[in-house]
């Protein structure tokens, strides 16, 4: 029988500090100071047709699979999750309206207000708000959600599945982002869109009072309308090495946001006779590893901000300046870290659709990359198209997102081509992957190439190059695995110095002299290990780092200066 082992990570240490988790402001673009955090301990129950399986209480936004929601419960396809909390609004803090905000939920979640049903949601990655207004009452108010996890393929999905195991990892069900309430004015702003160049930005509002007024920098620049065009004199770009950010606030009537934004493009120049994607018109080699956003004590979640901070810390201590954001769409905070500490990001859209070994894994990695598309039914495209353009809308203002990916792998792939259109359409300012690793198809900014189990070998490209995934070399670390008796890799090492060679050489022997046929990124996989996957440059409790900061650094720095040698 197989054993699993319950790790640990230091961010559990924040929660015994904090009165609630993840207390920090959930979107930090759109900044007010009129807001209640709801985290922290919810009565919960379980049921299943009709009948209750559990009757107690739920640490929010954990999901109740995981270890540090209390609950640690395998949830059923057919199970009703329902979440209770009592929250007081006081005379003092309500404005004209009050919005009810979700991070996420994952898949279904109808919302009461006592009592009354104020909105339904339907996916499992996106935020989600409504106007709770006219059930709320000053003073005390309960607010339910009640969600239920069929693991419907027609939503996306990402890696969730009912039979975890290597490269599958456990499903995730029900409230597992921030939930909070926010007070504001009748005539609110609604959004912000900002789009930067190497000189200034266009900024766009939703709603709010027709005279609008910008304070940055000391100065304050009145404008009326929904556009201004911000210019700034001696503008200091934002990139991995400056990751600089303009704070400002944008004042509307009676309402106040502050927000944030760096100046920076991202596009595809020919140098040398070779295109390569460019950071503010310099040539750039993205060098990343892929993330998939999985821990050991939240499973979704790691146990506070911090989890995600510090694996952004740690790969840009060792020379890494890019993640891949895989198949996963993360809290708002993560995206701010980023930016602020100037780590580029590769964001995935969340695949959906059935899973076929045979034709998305066993094939393409023999011989054929060429020529097949899944179908899928008006559902599951209605809810693919709606996803990607929330990822799309929600991200559009990140200085760190440069990229995006439509398809991974094949998995759930259909219609790329229109996608690539589609998508695009709504975002011109970043480099789009369609189909990253095989199936390709006619419409895609780069060629985009997955190798584990042969050597490195790139051909010349119309396209930049990228190698979106490689390695995945396994080294698996005694007391801080999660399946003691299965590991999960694509060739396998049992000491920390024989794995960290390996890396070396890889990179040495195979990556740098891939530079003169226009190799301009590549992805390393990956960030950690997640559950039985042990190819992990940190461990799945985030307690071991398996290679050493100063040699990775030293090795980077030599790749850079490489690739500067033939670009810049």
Not at 305 to 311: A, I
Not at 349 to 365: E, H, R, V
Not at 385 to 399: A, F, R, V
Not at 454 to 475: A, D, I, Q, T
Request: aromatic share 14%.
């Amino acid at each position: 029988m197989t054993e699993f082992v319950s790790l640990t990570t230091d961010f559990e240490k924040d929660l015994e500090k904090i009165p609630i988790p993840f207390p920090d402001y959930p979107r930090p673009q759109m900044k007010r100071d009129s807001w209640l955090c709801l985290n922290g301990e919810w009565n919960f129950c379980i049921e299943n047709r009709g009948q209750p399986v559990y009757n107690g209480k739920i640490t929010v936004p954990f999901v109740p699979e995981s270890r540090i929601s209390g609950v640690m419960k395998d949830i059923k396809n057919d199970d009703l999750l329902i979440y209770e909390c009592k929250v007081d609004l006081l005379d003092s803090f309500a404005k004209d309206r009050i919005l009810l905000h979700t991070g996420a939920c994952d898949q279904y979640a109808d919302v009461y207000v006592n009592g009354k049903p104020v909105g339904r949601n339907v996916g499992g990655y996106l935020p989600f708000s409504f106007d709770i207004t006219d059930a709320a009452v000053i003073g005390e108010n309960t607010v339910r959600i009640v969600a239920c996890d069929p693991l419907c393929l027609d939503l996306p999905y990402g890696k969730q599945t009912e039979n975890r195991g290597g490269m599958w990892y456990t499903k995730i069900s029900g409230i597992w982002q921030t939930v909070w309430i926010e007070s504001v004015c009748e005539n609110y702003i609604k959004d912000l869109k900002i789009t930067p160049d190497l000189f200034g930005a266009d900024i766009h509002v939703t709603g709010g009072e027709d005279r609008k007024v910008i304070r940055l920098l000391g100065k304050e620049y009145a404008f009326t309308g929904d556009y201004f065009r911000l210019d700034i004199s001696e503008p200091h770009l934002w990139s991995p090495d400056d990751p600089y950010l303009y704070e400002f606030e944008l004042i509307s009537g009676k309402d106040t946001v502050k927000s944030y934004f760096g100046l920076r493009t991202v596009e595809i120049k020919t140098v040398n006779e070779t295109p390569l994607i460019c950071l503010n018109g310099k040539p750039l080699f993205f060098n990343g590893l892929l993330d998939q956003g999985y821990f050991s004590d939240g499973i979704f979640l790691p146990a506070s901000p911090r989890g995600f901070e510090e694996d952004i810390i740690k790969m840009k201590n060792c020379g890494f300046n890019m993640l891949r954001k895989h198949i996963k769409l993360e809290p708002d905070l993560f995206y701010y870290y980023c930016d602020r500490h100037g780590m580029l990001v590769f964001q995935d859209m969340i695949n959906s659709g059935k899973y076929s070994f045979f034709l998305d894994t066993a094939l393409p990695t023999v011989f054929l990359k060429k020529g097949i598309s899944h179908r899928a039914n008006k559902s599951r495209r209605l809810a693919f198209e709606n996803t990607c353009k929330g990822i799309i809308s929600n991200l559009y203002n990140h200085p760190s997102v440069v990229y995006y990916t439509i398809f991974n792998e094949g998995w759930g792939q259909f219609d790329a081509d229109k996608y690539y259109d589609l998508f695009r359409s709504l975002d011109k300012t970043r480099i789009w992957d369609t189909t990253s690793g095989w199936f390709k198809t006619k419409k895609s900014d780069v060629e985009s190439e997955h190798i584990y189990f042969k050597p490195v070998k790139l051909k010349k490209s119309k396209r930049p190059l990228v190698l979106s995934e490689f390695g995945g070399y396994s080294c698996k670390i005694k007391d801080h695995a999660f399946n003691l008796d299965k590991t999960y890799g694509y060739r396998y090492f049992d000491d920390v110095k024989k794995f960290e060679d390996a890396l070396v050489s890889l990179y040495e022997n195979e990556i740098m002299p891939s530079f003169t046929n226009g190799l301009c990124a590549a992805v390393l996989t990956q960030v950690s290990d997640v559950e039985d996957e042990t190819n992990g440059i940190l461990t799945y409790d985030r307690k071991v780092q398996k290679v050493d900061t100063e040699r990775m650094k030293e090795l980077f720095n030599r790749l850079y200066s490489e690739f500067d040698r033939l670009y810049n």
